[in-house]
């Protein structure tokens, strides 16, 4: 057993990226008032999120070896397996995502474009509500996914935070990737760099709304009023 790469460059920038983007838009929606303006904040945010799940989708389908899909060991069969030996044993070790990571990627990726489109404004108090609850269960599965972290880091004597880092674990040199594609990965970031700076700069405080770059397309920041809604408000100001 000996150091060998696992992680390739353009993985391990779309993680971090993902993930501070998700930690600071839950962080604002958590902490700051919605009749603050740098609320909105959130939801530009999110929408950073979407972009980058979207490359992160892209790598799940023409990536490196264990950024593929197909490479996530989720069959239920799998997963039970690992959780039950996470708690009466020592798990077997896995050179890409273990069962329980995998699993918590899987769940992010379908939350948050659940998020996005439940939290655009358009579909009134129940969208509301069910975005709410989204927004819960991804808080959820973050924290699970930091305390299967943890305890595998205890349970093993191994930080399976740092490869996502360094992109090197401890492994068989038959499971390593053959190069950290940093081309790629500089191509990614330009790309993500671009677009973020362009969505950040078609954002309108005053108007509550956000251009998306490239596509031409702006949303709206605020709550959307149904016309019922938006009648009673105005007769109440009456």
Do not use: C
């Not at 992680?7 to 983007?21: E, G, K, T, V, Y």
């Not at 490479?71 to 996470?86: C, D, I, K």
């Not at 948050?112 to 927004?135: K, Q, R």
């Not at 950290?180 to 677009?195: D, K």
Request: aromatic share 8%; charged share 15%; hydrophobic share 50%.
């Amino acid at each position: 057993m000996t150091k060998i790469l696992v992680w390739d460059i353009p993985a391990r920038l779309l993680h971090w990226a993902f993930a501070a983007s998700l930690m600071a838009a839950l962080a604002i929606s958590l902490l700051v008032d919605k009749e603050r303006p740098i609320f909105q904040l959130h939801m530009v945010l999110g929408i950073v999120a979407v972009f980058l799940l979207a490359e992160r989708i892209v790598l799940g389908l023409v990536g490196s070896r264990y950024s593929r899909f197909a490479s996530f060991p989720v069959h239920p069969r799998e997963l039970a397996r690992y959780l039950t030996s996470a708690v009466i044993s020592k798990t077997k070790l896995y050179a890409g995502n273990n069962p329980g990571s995998a699993m918590a990627a899987v769940l992010m990726f379908l939350l948050v474009p659940a998020l996005f489109i439940s939290g655009i404004g358009y579909g009134g108090e129940s969208l509301e509500e069910l975005h709410e609850v989204l927004a819960w269960a991804l808080l959820a599965v973050i924290v699970m996914h930091l305390m299967g972290l943890a305890w595998h880091t205890l349970r093993h004597r191994e930080n399976i935070s740092l490869p996502m880092v360094t992109g090197k674990k401890t492994g068989l040199p038959e499971n390593a990737i053959g190069s950290a594609h940093a081309v790629w990965g500089m191509i990614i970031l330009i790309v993500a760099g671009l677009w973020i700076t362009a969505l950040f700069a078609g954002y309108n405080e005053q108007a509550k709304a956000v251009k998306l770059p490239g596509l031409g397309v702006s949303l709206s920041l605020g709550e959307k009023e149904s016309g019922e809604g938006k009648q009673k408000r105005d007769r109440d100001n009456d």
